[in-house]
């Protein structure tokens, strides 16, 4: 069974940088949005941002000018590069896609830790 892997989690500073990237095991066809979600812990998973196969991108209020999501459709990868981080950043960090027929690919997730 296809799933997502995701990569780039790991600990920073506040203020720090991190880039987290994500493609599929196997082969996935007719792939429509893609999107990244995080959970922290004792909180519901909540949406960071997502992307269209036409580049439109949604984020969440909470990362707007800091965060930007990025897609390499040929690769059926997906980046989110997240600048000036902070300690409510702190979650793991799953990937997202989806098909045309609405079947949803989750990853494992990455962990991403900001904290001095």
């Known amino acids: 069974q296809v799933r997502l892997v995701e990569s780039g989690g790991g600990l920073v500073q506040p203020g720090g940088s991190l880039r987290l990237s994500c493609a599929p095991s196997?082969?996935?066809?007719?792939?429509?949005?893609m999107g990244w979600y995080r959970q922290a812990p004792g909180n519901e998973r909540e949406l960071v941002a997502t992307?269209?196969?036409?580049?439109?991108?949604n984020y969440a209020d909470s990362v707007k000018g800091r965060f930007t999501i990025s897609r390499d459709s040929a690769k059926n990868t997906v980046y989110l590069q997240m600048n000036s981080l902070k300690a409510d950043d702190t979650a793991a960090y799953y990937c997202n896609m989806r098909n045309r027929l609405n079947r949803d690919y989750w990853g494992q997730g990455t962990r991403v830790t900001v904290s001095s």
């Open positions: 992307i269209t196969s036409t580049g439109t991108t």
């Open positions: 196997g082969s996935i066809s007719w792939i429509t949005d």
